[in-house]
């Protein structure tokens, strides 16, 4: 018995395709298909029935990867607001591993000595957990920081993973290590700079269940953590979080489209914060520097 299966070229824009195979497959799952005299990837989409008037290939290989529903759903939202094809927003994310492991955060991999907060940055990340959806408006310097480690921690604690975004300009060795002295090898920094090898061992230890936090640039914003219940985004009116090839997204958005898909927390935050930011979302002040 064959199944039949509309698939997207991965990375392509290229029209949806019909191609067959002789097992059920799931929505979301890597495959590889022939196309014309080369082997490209793709992804499934939908099982439809057998086609009367064109013949169709066979599905070649599948593959240990494949992209969750909420992924295919977020996907399709992009190329239809972002106006590219589904292959190339379902390209932005990076799947899921059929060999991923589900291990609980221990308790002892991450310091519990918290960032001491002034009365003020209290005040602010107080406000800040009884919303869901919430723009920081802190001046530079006001602690802005000590606060996101403050709440990431408590996500943590409650099982939940997070992604903080922030301009590449901000990911300095010196933000590395004010991040691991808090939360050790639970988290990890993704950006556009890492080699082929770095970014492989990276998805090794999240594949793994060893990473509670991802840190980076925009494409953070995609990496494969399951159960997350916080995104932050840091200097969220930095023009680079706009992509400028398609799809062209905006990844502060987006965070908040995703956060509100999975039901997550999402923190904006900038001494300057963009007009639409400051209007749409509950705003917290931070007027003072931390250091007087």
Request: charged share 25%.
């Amino acid at each position: 018995m064959l199944f039949y299966y509309q698939i997207s070229l991965y990375r392509s824009s290229a029209p949806i395709l019909t191609y067959h195979y002789d097992k059920p497959l799931q929505q979301g799952q890597l495959i590889e298909v022939p196309v014309k005299s080369k082997i490209k990837r793709a992804i499934v989409l939908d099982e439809v029935e057998k086609p009367k008037d064109f013949k169709t290939f066979e599905i070649l290989n599948i593959l240990d990867l494949y992209y969750t529903q909420t992924q295919v759903e977020i996907a399709k939202f992009i190329s239809e607001y972002y106006f590219s094809s589904f292959g190339e927003a379902i390209a932005l994310f990076i799947p899921f591993s059929n060999e991923e492991k589900n291990v609980s955060t221990s308790v002892e991999d991450i310091s519990h000595k918290l960032p001491t907060l002034s009365n003020e940055q209290q005040k602010a990340y107080n406000q800040l957990l009884k919303k869901d959806r919430a723009l920081l408006f802190g001046v530079t310097g006001s602690g802005k920081t000590e606060i996101f480690i403050s709440l990431m921690m408590k996500s943590i604690q409650e099982g939940k993973k997070c992604i903080f975004l922030m301009p590449e300009i901000s990911l300095t060795p010196q933000m590395q290590s004010r991040l691991e002295k808090y939360f050790g090898k639970r988290i990890v920094m993704w950006h556009s700079k890492l080699t082929k090898k770095q970014k492989d061992k990276i998805l090794e230890s999240i594949y793994a269940g060893e990473v509670d936090i991802v840190a980076g640039a925009r494409s953070a914003l995609f990496t494969p953590l399951s159960d997350i219940g916080l995104i932050i985004v840091d200097e969220e009116h930095d023009d680079s979080y706009k992509s400028m090839m398609k799809p062209r997204y905006h990844a502060r958005d987006m965070a908040v489209y995703i956060a509100n898909k999975l039901k997550a927390k999402v923190v904006l935050a900038s001494a300057t914060p963009s007009l639409s930011s400051y209007y749409k979302y509950d705003v917290v002040r931070l007027f003072k520097p931390f250091i007087q």
